[in-house]
């Protein structure tokens, strides 16, 4: 207390004004505080205390024991957050207001087990059931790709069996590695067993690079995915993938996961499984950005590894990623907040 008897107030330097859009809560105002001096949270948006309400969840999963080859992923909700503090309020190519139409917040990490995957995989359920009894849509942060099984469980028992759009070098539909079930090269054979897939809707975008046998397609489509290689891009181009997508997935329920792995190692370096021949940037933020038709309940971004980046690159990446997800979810403005697109 002060002399007067007041509470202190709190000293200006801790303030940190935050941008307004009607009653959603935005990004810290960076014309007051430098992007550097922003809060570690994506994209300098609200923390779950700040907000009355929410729409999109933002979730990091700290959690790399199921990776087979490079470790690190662990740290890949922090540099994704950390890359993604020059994202701005509108986006463009979009048309879209994603951190002003719709009340996102960061509801910080999931703590699970680093040496026990079961018991990680099932802290990961029930944060995300947690998370999605407070927002209608999850986007969350990996984390290894062992975490899109538990998230898959708790999306498909609010919407049923959902088509996956899969965005990765590698299948992830093998069955077991050194005799593990659970791993980031299973979630979706798991997931499929499981009955949390449509089976009928389900692709990977971005295939490439060697199989253990031409068995693992056919498994692969018995678990009930299609296939987009990296050569597709070369015969029926971009356009053409997107076609395919979308008529794969019609109206279902979708959950788009997005290892970053599906990038040439040119645009990701910092990643646990790189396979030369991927994706450039462009072509990944495209295909997302044509999801808005779709109705996506939930989205991962996944397999990023700090430790293997080099100024940022594979983060920033990651950080667009999430950009043009929360871009394709975002409503329209309301109409009395329209003239803020002409400022
Ligand atoms: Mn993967």
Redesign the pocket.
């Known amino acids: 207390m002060d002399n007067d008897g007041s509470a202190a107030a709190t000293p200006s330097f801790w303030v940190q004004p935050r941008t307004r859009l009607g009653d959603v809560v935005g990004q810290v105002d960076f014309a007051t505080t430098p992007r550097s001096a922003g809060p570690m949270t994506f994209a300098s948006l609200p923390r779950i205390d700040e907000v009355a309400q929410l729409d999109v969840a933002i979730v990091g999963v700290p959690f790399d024991a199921g990776v087979s080859y490079r470790p690190g992923a662990r740290f890949g909700p922090q540099h994704i957050r950390a890359s993604s503090r020059l994202l701005r309020p509108y986006n463009p190519e979009a048309d879209a207001w994603p951190f002003g139409a719709h009340q996102v917040a960061d509801l910080g990490n999931i703590t699970a087990h680093p040496y026990d995957i079961p018991a990680a995989v099932a802290a990961v359920e029930r944060g995300a059931r947690d998370a999605l009894e407070r927002a209608d849509r999850l986007l969350v942060l990996g984390g290894d ?1 062992t975490i899109a099984l538990p998230v898959l469980r708790a999306l498909s028992a609010v919407h049923g069996p959902i088509a996956v759009v899969h965005f ?1 070098a ?1 299948l ?1 539909t093998w069955d077991t590695y050194f005799d593990t079930p659970l791993l ?1 090269g299973t979630p979706f054979r798991r997931a499929s067993e499981e009955g949390l897939l449509d089976k009928e809707s389900c692709l990977h975008i971005g295939i490439r690079g060697g199989l253990y046998s031409a068995a693992d397609m056919d498994d692969d489509r018995a678990l009930g995915f299609m296939g987009i290689r990296c050569e597709d891009f070369d015969l029926v181009g971009l356009g053409g993938v997107i076609e395919r997508m979308r008529s794969r997935v019609g109206t279902r329920p979708v959950y788009v996961s997005v ?1 970053i ?1 599906v990038l040439d190692p040119a645009f990701a370096p910092g990643t646990g499984t790189p396979e030369s021949g991927g994706l450039s940037s462009r072509e990944l933020l495209t295909i997302l950005r044509a999801t808005a038709d779709l109705n996506v309940v939930g989205a991962d971004i ?2 990023v590894a700090p430790t293997y980046d080099h100024a940022e690159i594979t983060g920033i990446a990651a950080a667009h990623v999430g950009y043009e997800l929360l871009s394709a979810w975002a409503p329209p403005l309301p109409p009395e907040l329209a003239n803020l697109r002409t400022r």
Do not use: A, G, L, T
């Open positions: 790709h990765d590698h992830d980031h290892d792995d996944v397999e």
